[in-house]
């Protein structure tokens, strides 16, 4: 077996490792989140990685946005200390990885480009949860409008549907009751949540419970309105999302299609790609090609993209 072989196959037998390591952390950490431990039991690597190194990232604003970010992605047990530390393994593994393809320029960007896609999946989790929530807004309008109409107040009717909502209705609702169990204003606590979960729909119903914790009114009439008015607009767009399906997922094939080509290539001619990212007519034919895919999923996702 070639150096250069046996290279890449190490470098790709780290980065499954540390993806694995990285789900077994995860789990270990949605464990302790039942068990209603989240910031303890942390031994080893990342019991040090919770001390200084996480208390150095958080006093940063970068480090304190990043965390935001983290729990607005429904990812509380990872820590801004952790997250950096994944990013930079997943670097020096990819650009390890991709130097036994292509030149070492190349290699950079394609590590560059690593970083990029693991914010990107940050922001893809983060609009998945501000989804999952928005779709369960008809049924949190409909809990709060009944626990109000039964004498409850405000504060706890939003306890109660903590309780009762699933993920992650529950998790943001048990934070805003947290906070305002710790002497936050009802008024601060519900701007938090739309903060992390910003949507039109959210905004509505923020409005109207602070209007009415300021001035009273009719919650009741308003919240019922709200639930159909929203249960109107979630049928709409799940319509709207299955017409352009197959459009989207037809035009993401198309630029799998050519990645995969690119490998394909290399395999029937070894060293190919490392060639052709080695001499400037290569480069200039490599970087026009990854513009044209890159504009392509732009005008895709533009095109697609449902506002909520």
């Not at 607005?72 to 020096?92: C, D, I, K, Q």
């Not at 990819?94 to 393809?101: C, D, N, P, Q």
């Not at 519900?190 to 009719?218: D, Y």
């Amino acid at each position: 077996m070639r150096p250069v072989t046996s290279l890449g196959l190490l470098a790709l037998t780290l980065l499954v490792a540390v993806t694995g390591v990285w789900y077994l952390a995860r789990g270990a950490a949605d464990k302790r989140a039942l068990e209603g431990d989240t910031g303890r039991g942390r031994t080893g690597v990342r019991g040090w990685l919770a001390g200084g190194p996480n208390r150095a990232v958080r006093r940063t604003q970068w480090g304190r946005r990043l965390e935001r970010r983290l729990l607005a992605a429904n990812l509380p047990g990872v820590l801004p200390a952790e997250a950096v530390v994944v990013v930079a393994v997943v670097v020096v593994a990819v650009t390890v990885a991709a130097s036994t393809l292509v030149s070492s320029l190349v290699a950079v960007i394609i590590a560059v480009a690593a970083v990029l896609l693991l914010r990107q999946w940050l922001v893809w989790r983060e609009d998945q949860q501000r989804v999952a929530f928005v779709g369960q807004m008809p049924e949190l309008a409909r809990v709060l409008s009944n626990a109000t109409s039964a004498g409850l107040s405000i504060r706890t009717a939003i306890e109660m549907a903590g309780e009762e909502l699933a993920e992650p209705a529950r998790t943001e609702l048990r934070r805003c009751a947290r906070s305002m169990a710790v002497g936050t204003p009802l008024e601060e606590a519900l701007l938090q949540m739309e903060q992390r979960l910003p949507g039109r729909e959210l905004s509505v119903l923020v409005g109207t419970l602070v209007i009415s914790s300021r001035s009273g009114g009719s919650l009741i009439t308003a919240l019922r309105d709200i639930a159909a008015t929203l249960e109107d607009r979630k049928e709409l767009k799940r319509e709207v999302r299955t017409l352009l399906t197959q459009a989207t997922y037809t035009g993401y094939l198309v630029v799998a299609l050519g990645v995969g080509l690119l490998f394909m290539l290399n395999t029937i001619s070894p060293g190919l790609l490392k060639t052709v990212t080695s001499t400037p007519i290569g480069l200039l034919a490599l970087g026009f090609a990854v513009c044209s895919f890159g504009i392509g999923m732009l005008l895709i996702r533009r095109m697609t993209r449902i506002e909520t």
